[in-house]
């Protein structure tokens, strides 16, 4: 299984940025991907995460209306973005994508032990 976020990088208040996570090696006809982060002296949390067998989207609070989570699956290659819009310095934080290789139920989505597999993260920093 491997997990490999990018795409990070600087950018201005109200500014956008995309992120990519590829993923293999999981069984995703059934699987429920997730975005978290972390910040400087803080805990990692809940971004946004999809299920591939449905079509709805979660999204932290702190961040809805302004990011958006989408797939692209492509015979054995699935990726996952993360377009990130409207950024504010609070969003600066490093992002690490998330698998699980199991349709999570609704209220466990934005649980970290959820998720089996976890990319090395990319850093997003959001200057003012």
């Known amino acids: 299984v491997q997990l490999q976020a990018s795409g990070g990088g600087l950018a201005q208040d109200g500014g956008s940025l995309r992120l990519s996570c590829a993923a293999s090696?999981?069984?995703?006809?059934?699987?429920?991907m997730a975005w978290f982060r972390q910040a400087p002296g803080k805990e990692r949390e809940f971004v946004a995460a999809?299920?591939?067998?449905?079509?709805?989207?979660?999204?932290a609070d702190s961040v809805k209306g302004r990011f958006t989570i989408s797939r692209n699956r492509d015979n054995d290659k699935n990726t996952v973005y993360l377009q990130m819009n409207s950024l504010k310095p609070e969003d600066t934080a490093v992002y690490f994508c998330?698998?699980?290789?199991?349709?999570?139920?609704?209220?466990?989505?934005?649980?970290?032990?959820?998720?089996?597999?976890w990319g090395q993260g990319t850093l997003v920093t959001v200057s003012s």
């Open positions: 090696g999981l069984p995703f006809s059934s699987g429920t």
């Open positions: 999809f299920r591939w067998s449905g079509t709805s989207s979660h999204y």
């Open positions: 998330a698998a699980a290789p199991k349709r999570v139920i609704v209220s466990a989505i934005p649980s970290q032990s959820s998720y089996n597999y």
